[in-house]
């Protein structure tokens, strides 16, 4: 509805004027609870997605250009990575004591030391029925334990925030 409304009171928008509405108007509603409403199924997430790459034509001047490159000109990033980008910096959170620990869902950081990976690897929990296999718990334990030891090791969230989009980048 959002999109309607944008899309039916500026006809004529400049990108950085598309860009603020956007954000403002539209990707709020698509990121509300992105951590605990992960969306699993495939046709939730390319749902999600097509409001963005439907979003991202409203610019007279990009509707004959591709979606990655109407990204890059917009300076946006696909839904699918900011909630991978939330989830890392919600378990950085929830690992560094951030949060008042009876409240947050526990993460078992793993005590055997290895070559590989980082110093704070999560273990995975094995799960007999599917029912939590998408749990916040379980979803982001390989994402974070792919993460190198100078990401994880942050000293505090904004560096966390830096480190992993460096990372990223490519």
Same mark, same amino acid.
């Given at each position: 509805?959002?999109?309607?409304?944008?899309?039916?009171?500026?006809?004529?928008?400049?990108?950085?004027?598309?860009?603020?509405?956007?954000?403002?108007?539209?990707?709020?509603?698509?990121?509300?609870?992105?951590?605990?409403?992960?969306?699993? &199924?495939?046709?939730?997430?390319?749902?999600?997605?097509?409001?963005?790459?439907?979003?991202?034509?409203?610019?007279?001047?990009?509707?004959?250009?591709?979606?990655?490159?109407?990204?890059?000109?917009?300076?946006?990033?696909?839904?699918?990575?900011?909630?991978?980008?939330?989830?890392? $910096?919600?378990?950085?959170? $929830?690992?560094?004591?951030?949060?008042?620990?009876?409240?947050?869902?526990?993460?078992? $950081?793993?005590?055997?030391? &290895?070559?590989?990976?980082?110093?704070?690897?999560?273990?995975?929990?094995?799960?007999?029925?599917?029912?939590?296999?998408?749990?916040?718990?379980?979803?982001?334990?390989?994402?974070?334990?792919?993460?190198?030891?100078?990401?994880?090791?942050?000293?505090?969230?904004? $560096?966390?925030?830096?480190?992993?989009?460096?990372?990223?980048?490519?």
């Amino acid at each position: 509805m959002m999109l309607g409304i944008i899309k039916h009171n500026f006809r004529h928008l400049t990108i950085p004027t598309f860009v603020l509405l956007y954000k403002t108007m539209v990707r709020s509603h698509l990121n509300y609870c992105f951590s605990a409403w992960a969306p699993c &199924k495939k046709g939730d997430i390319e749902a999600l997605g097509k409001v963005q790459k439907r979003a991202t034509k409203i610019p007279l001047s990009l509707r004959h250009i591709g979606y990655p490159d109407r990204l890059k000109v917009c300076k946006l990033t696909t839904l699918h990575y900011r909630q991978i980008r939330g989830d890392m $910096i919600e378990v950085y959170k $929830i690992v560094s004591g951030k949060y008042y620990s009876a409240i947050t869902p526990t993460l078992i $950081i793993l005590d055997t030391y &290895k070559t590989r990976g980082n110093d704070l690897r999560l273990q995975k929990s094995r799960l007999k029925y599917d029912i939590r296999k998408f749990y916040f718990t379980n979803r982001v334990v390989d994402q974070w334990n792919s993460l190198p030891n100078w990401v994880v090791t942050a000293s505090n969230a904004k $560096i966390f925030k830096k480190r992993i989009d460096q990372y990223w980048q490519h």
